[in-house]
T-cell receptor, first 114, second 110 residues
Framework: AQSVTQPDIHITVSEGASLELRCNYSYGATPYLFWYVQSPGQGLQLLLK??????LVQGIKGFEAEFKRSQSSFNLRKPSVHWSDAAEYFCAVGMKTSYDKVIFGPGTSLSVIP | DAGITQSPRYKITETGRQVTLMCHQTWSHSYMFWYRQDLGHGLRLIYYSAAADITDKGEVPDGYVVSRSKTENFPLTLESATRSQTSVYFC?????????FGPGTRLTVT
């Protein structure tokens, strides 16, 4: 069955430190991959997406993610975290089905220490 | 402004009552979705719609009803609310694979 895992439920980093959020998926074909961010009380906003081509994708707010087919991973990175990055981050996988299904991971909550 | 709006943003209701959550989008996207968000579960798909008058079940449809008479509107109805339906509900529309989310409705069933 298709699934998305985010091994870290909660991560705390200091402002200015680097960040990596992990995402692994289980799917038989090449998926479409997404990272969304949710600020408190808000809906989800797309950070970046991978459909094909270059496996390192750049997104908004200085985030990037790398697709590694051999590891079934799509980890999100940022070289220097800002206090405003504190939020919930969701990895999602899209797959070709009757309605182009998208499955969301359980989310990783990021806290930033000033 | 273009986008997705949801109403109400907050709702408290009693067990057994019927509740309708509204969703409106201004882009004319064909696909629309309803998700519920619960701690530890991420987002789970309740229902989706591929176009006006075309709807289908997602992962967790029991206890919910949807309709889509117009492309821009996709209301979600809880026919007889239960405490297990206390959640945050998100509506989304989609262009290609990219989903655009509304701000959510926080529903509490007492």
């Amino acid at each position: 069955a298709q699934s998305v895992t985010q091994p870290d439920i909660h991560i705390t980093v200091s402002e200015g430190a680097s960040l990596e959020l992990r995402c692994n998926y289980s799917y038989g074909a090449t998926p479409y991959l997404f990272w969304y961010v949710q600020s408190p009380g808000q809906g989800l906003q797309l950070l970046l997406k991978y459909f094909s081509g270059d496996t390192l994708v750049q997104g908004i707010k200085g985030f990037e993610a790398e697709f590694k087919r051999s590891q079934s991973s799509f980890n999100l990175r940022k070289p220097s975290v800002h206090w405003s990055d504190a939020a919930e981050y969701f990895c999602a996988v899209g797959m070709k089905t009757s309605y182009d299904k998208v499955i969301f991971g359980p989310g990783t909550s990021l806290s930033v220490i000033p | 402004d273009a986008g997705i709006t949801q109403s109400p943003r907050y709702k408290i209701t009693e067990t057994g009552r019927q509740v309708t959550l509204m969703c409106h989008q201004t882009w004319s996207h064909s696909y629309m979705f309803w998700y519920r968000q619960d701690l530890g579960h991420g987002l789970r798909l309740i229902y989706y719609s591929a176009a006006a008058d075309i709807t289908d079940k997602g992962e967790v449809p029991d206890g919910y009803v949807v309709s889509r008479s117009k492309t821009e509107n996709f209301p979600l109805t809880l026919e007889s609310a239960t405490r297990s339906q206390t959640s945050v509900y998100f509506c989304a529309s989609r262009r290609d694979y990219e989903q655009y989310f509304g701000p959510g409705t926080r529903l509490t069933v007492t």
